[in-house]
Nanobody, 120 residues
Framework: QVQLAESGGGSVQAGGSLRLSCVAS????????RGWYRQAPGKARELVAR???????YYTDSVKGRFTISRDNAKNTLYLQMSGLKPEDTAVYYC??????????????WGQGTQVTVSS
């Protein structure tokens, strides 16, 4: 059994900051907790930030310079530091990971989501 648990969401005014966390737990052999996605009401889920090959990072254009993704592999934890928040950042934020367990091998997992609301 594997769980991805996000935390850190909330309501802030425009210009404020939040730090999201995502912890993978359970019977984990190996984990690649790798990215944050978001889904605003009436819109499709979109990639916000992700670790790519070589430990490099990818950010969608709208968050570049404002958001920073980081992780602690020893703790199977992923972070998203969000600064300069805008009302258009309002969404449910989801954590994404590939995790290996026995006997299932590598599978993709999603967290339950954490709400971020930015008021103008």
């Amino acid at each position: 059994q594997v769980q991805l648990a996000e935390s850190g969401g909330g309501s802030v005014q425009a210009g404020g900051s939040l730090r999201l966390s995502c912890v993978a737990s359970g019977s984990i052999v190996s984990a690649n907790v790798r990215g944050w996605y978001r889904q605003a009401p009436g819109k499709a889920r979109e990639l916000v930030a992700r670790f790519v090959s070589g430990g490099n990072t990818y950010y969608t254009d709208s968050v570049k310079g404002r958001f920073t993704i980081s992780r602690d592999n020893a703790k199977n934890t992923l972070y998203l530091q969000m600064s300069g928040l805008k009302p258009e950042d309002t969404a449910v934020y989801y954590c994404n990971a590939y995790i290996a367990t026995v006997p299932s091998g590598w599978k993709e997992y999603w967290g339950q989501g954490t709400q971020v609301t930015v008021s103008s």
